[in-house]
């Protein structure tokens, strides 16, 4: 039908406008976040640009669904403001019609999301785990910034060092402050000032390295005089290792595992992963729902009115479904992230069938009157 093509279409390049500005609102601020990281030490600057690009599926599969309840919403508010919707509802089109329409660009988005949730997102994490780990165990220097303090997420509190050689294999002037506890429980700083340093690795015992050459190093309590002062010709400073620096970033193993794995895996956090990405695919229909109801209006109101409480309850939708997969991956049931869709699935459909309902309560109440 000639209406079924004209909604998908206005629906679709509504999804696919908003869905593009919240990929931009998205991306820029994690752009930036992960600036913070190069210009902090945590992040080589050379893996920044492949990060942020096999990052991009993830950050889609929670916007796509957004997009598509919005864009749903912008479309049939247009149908109420022109007065088209009073056109197809005098055809004898009700609601019933409009969800079986809409619901074909909800299979689309629906399509989509799979793709996404259940095959490129896992692979391209997977991506991203690598080379964080890549990043963290890189044994260059590009992690250090010369001629800048920088704090570190392990190995100690604040290091500096003034350049790097001239053969790109070693710094000059290097200075590194700690603090922790002494054996008697007393507060203890330790300062370490190096003429030189380079990166290396032990294999004997198993992680990376920075290399003090020809230095002091002073400890001692803040507040007393008495420190002691060490020279040394080699000093090693451990660093972070790959787990850390994955974990700072906050990627999930188990949102790397293909989904094939899931299946197969028995274990809690597996499953609720898995039920998560299934819950991505079935949002669409359930949004299609909430906005049929949510996007009544009229041209005095405008087409707007209704987007804020649908956003804010996308949102709770959203952030409810990643509280239960949290709670079914320590160990509840998984059958609670289903329980929700059933919620807002009834939300959907008494929201949709109010003023239906509504009318038929004021004409029994009109007839119960003309009774009496």
């Not at 299979?107 to 999301?113: E, F, K, R, Y």
Request: neutral net charge; hydrophobic residues 50%.
């Amino acid at each position: 039908m000639l209406i079924v093509r004209y909604l998908t279409r206005d629906i679709l390049v509504n999804t696919s406008a908003v869905s593009l500005v919240v990929f931009l609102v998205v991306f820029s601020s994690q752009f930036v976040r992960r600036l913070a990281d190069v210009a902090e030490g945590d992040l080589a600057a050379g893996f920044l640009a492949s990060i942020m690009f096999f990052s991009i599926p993830s950050y889609l599969e929670l916007i796509l669904p957004l997009g598509f309840f919005v864009g749903l919403m912008l479309a049939l508010g247009r149908l109420y403001t022109d007065s088209e919707m009073v056109v197809l509802s005098a055809s004898g089109i009700g609601p019933w019609h409009l969800l079986r329409w809409v619901l074909v660009s909800g299979a689309v988005v629906a399509i989509l999301s799979a793709g996404l949730s259940l095959g490129l997102t896992p692979w391209t994490k997977t991506k991203v785990l690598n080379l964080v780990t890549e990043a963290s165990n890189e044994k260059g220097l590009a992690a250090f910034v010369p001629g800048r303090f920088q704090r570190r997420s392990g190995g100690f509190d604040t290091f500096y060092a003034e350049s790097v050689e001239s053969d790109q294999q070693g710094l000059k002037g290097l200075f590194v402050a700690e603090q922790g506890m002494s054996s008697a429980g007393e507060p203890l700083v330790t300062i370490t000032y190096a003429e030189r340093g380079r990166v290396v690795s032990s294999q004997e015992h198993g992680g990376r390295y920075l290399e003090l050459l020809n230095g002091r190093r002073y400890q001692g309590q803040p507040g007393q005089l008495e420190y002691r002062v060490t020279e040394f010709e080699v000093l090693g400073e451990r660093l972070p290792d790959a787990d850390s620096a994955g974990s700072a970033f906050g990627d999930d193993l188990y949102d790397a595992l293909p989904t094939q794995m899931l299946f197969l895996d028995n274990n809690s956090a597996s499953t609720a992963t898995l039920h998560w990405r299934l819950s991505l695919v079935l949002m669409p229909f359930n949004l299609a729902f909430l906005a049929l109801g949510l996007a009544r209006t009229d041209r005095r109101r405008g087409r707007y009115t209704m987007l804020l409480p649908a956003i804010v309850l996308y949102l709770v939708y959203l952030v409810g479904l990643a509280s239960l997969r949290g709670a079914a991956a320590e160990g509840a049931s998984v059958g609670s992230l289903w329980g929700l869709h059933a919620v807002i699935a009834g939300i959907g459909c008494v929201v949709l069938l109010w003023p239906q309902w509504r009318l038929r309560f004021a004409g029994s109440q009109r007839g119960m009157h003309a009774a009496a």
